[in-house]
């Protein structure tokens, strides 16, 4: 997945290029300059700020004329924490909402690519550096091959794949992340049946993300007979758990634990014997503690299919950056 092999010349590539990751609370947007750079001048901003994409990413564009970059971009890719189906795309944790087609005349764009947000950051799993990923306990991560997995807890649940092909790797977008959550014994069957009396469809992410965690919180409390007078933020949940509040340190293993059980069925439905990496926000938080939660067990406890998880190795992303890789990536192969 390097960036010199075949791409074309600067001027069918059609450079400079805009890169974007949209999540449900920030937007971060970068450039890319020419043929084998790396993306630059990454901004973050926060989604509630701003009306809309058009909005922000003008915003962003103003910045960098400010800083001397008077080009505008002639070719984007887009990832979005969305199901990309039709001209219209809809935002599933945002407000914002917008057709492609325009998006694409009001920024006067030649080429507007749109991705699934875990597509871009399946894309760049083949291209990670050490330094850009930490190992979790079970077999060390090899030289990628075959087909890897990666599920990001963050303001949702994104789940993605990518698969090494001759003609290089293709992603495998999805919405994995709405996948009904399965207890694996009566305890999370009870805190289940607690949030089903919130939610008739329990999907992973209604407790494994940033909008989750409250639910996963308040059931973990009411099964212990301390259901909270008031509904706890992520970050205050996080937090908590960090300085030793019982409930909140008890949610974040039991998260640990659901996620682990998770991991391993989306790599068994996907065959992700390459690896499966761990993005998303949250669990970078966590630190020693994820490394010492039962994840791992939970990840390989399937039965007659344990020996097949045992050699799967699981690793963390700790660079937040990964998807404007994915997103230029795709650019990129479409100019070979």
């Not at 979005?80 to 006067?108: C, M, P, V, Y």
């Not at 919180?217 to 019982?246: F, K, N």
């Not at 008890?250 to 682990?260: D, H, I, K, V």
Request: charged letters at 20%; hydrophobic letters at 45%.
């Amino acid at each position: 997945m390097q960036a010199d092999q075949g791409v074309a010349t600067t001027g069918a590539a059609g450079y400079p290029w805009l890169v974007a990751d949209i999540g449900g609370s920030n937007a971060r947007f970068a450039w890319v300059d020419g043929p084998g750079k790396s993306v630059e001048h990454v901004r973050k901003l926060p989604v509630a700020q701003y009306e809309s994409l058009r909005a922000a990413a003008e915003a962003y564009l103003k910045e960098l004329a400010g800083l001397g970059v008077q080009a505008r971009p002639r070719r984007a890719s887009l990832a979005l924490a969305t199901a990309i189906k039709s001209d219209r795309i809809e935002l599933t944790n945002s407000h914002w909402t917008f057709s492609r087609s325009q998006l694409q005349a009001d920024l006067g764009l030649d080429e507007l690519r749109l991705l699934n947000d875990f597509e871009a950051l399946a894309l760049s799993l083949p291209g990670l550096r050490p330094d850009q990923v930490a190992a979790v306990p079970g077999p060390a991560l090899t030289t990628p091959r075959g087909t890897l997995a990666v599920i990001g807890p963050g303001t949702g649940l994104g789940v993605g794949g990518v698969i090494e092909t001759s003609g290089g790797w293709i992603a495998l977008p999805g919405e994995g992340g709405h996948m009904t959550l399965a207890p694996t014994n009566d305890y999370e069957s009870e805190l289940l049946a607690v949030a089903r009396r919130e939610f008739p469809h329990v999907s992973a992410e209604r407790f494994l993300s940033g909008i989750g965690l409250p639910t996963l919180h308040a059931a973990v409390a009411t099964v212990a007979g301390q259901p909270p007078a008031q509904r706890l933020t992520a970050e205050q949940i996080v937090e908590r758990a960090l300085g030793g509040d019982e409930i909140c340190a008890r949610t974040m293993t039991q998260f640990s634990a659901f996620l682990g059980s998770f991991a391993g069925s989306v790599a068994l439905a996907l065959g992700a014997r390459g690896g499966v990496y761990i993005g998303g926000g949250i669990v970078p938080r966590l630190g020693d503690r994820f490394f010492e939660s039962p994840f791992r067990e939970r990840f390989e406890a399937k039965g007659r299919f344990a020996s097949y998880l045992a050699a799967v190795p699981c690793v963390l992303i700790t660079d937040t950056l990964t998807a404007l890789a994915g997103a230029a990536f795709a650019l990129e192969q479409s100019v070979r």
